[in-house]
């Protein structure tokens, strides 16, 4: 946990009920518009991370380094997380994420109008597939607007804190 605060990245973990990690979501603020090699995620130590109050000064993007969730509330627990960052701060301006399974990139690259940045090493099946082939993961760069104008999305917001709550209860 050191090395994550001395790096500024914010972890959020999930523990059901017998305090077992069933998520986790990792992420932090770069300036916008990175080049792809300052957001490797084989080298966090040389991403120019800022400072969360930072972010609120100045355009950023969000950069998701990993999610997990070994349960559906914890995913969807994350991706409320993800959804509320991005209306609380104004100043972002990109969702960065790294995918690692085809079904999260198939979601931003079929609704929204999301830039492939990088691919991970090739693999020989599972990961994510892109241009027929398969790699350990897929780096997306997508608008914060065109996230949060996607109807099902916009429909939320007004509830986002609520229905972080109830599934947080659960």
């Given at each position: 946990a050191g090395d994550i605060q001395q790096s500024k990245m914010v972890l959020n973990t999930f523990s059901d009920s017998s305090s077992m990690l069933v998520g986790h979501l990792l992420y932090g603020f770069v300036p916008i518009?990175?080049?792809a090699s300052s957001l490797d995620p084989n080298q966090l130590s040389a991403c120019?991370?800022?400072?969360?109050?930072?972010?609120?000064e100045q355009p950023v993007d969000l950069y998701v380094i990993s999610t997990f969730g070994s349960l559906p509330t914890p995913r969807m627990v994350s991706i409320m997380f993800m959804l509320d960052i991005l209306c609380q701060n104004t100043r972002i301006k990109n969702l960065v994420l790294n995918c690692h399974d085809h079904e999260a990139y198939a979601l931003f690259?079929?609704?929204?109008d999301c830039e492939l940045i990088s691919k991970g090493n090739e693999i020989p099946f599972g990961g994510v597939k892109v241009f027929g082939k398969h790699y350990k993961y897929a780096q997306i760069r997508i608008k914060s607007e065109s996230i949060l104008a996607l109807k099902v999305i916009s429909n939320i917001i007004p509830f986002i804190q609520d229905y972080i709550q109830s599934l947080l209860e659960d």
């Open positions: 518009e990175q080049e120019p991370f800022l400072d969360q109050e930072k972010s609120m690259e079929t609704s929204t």
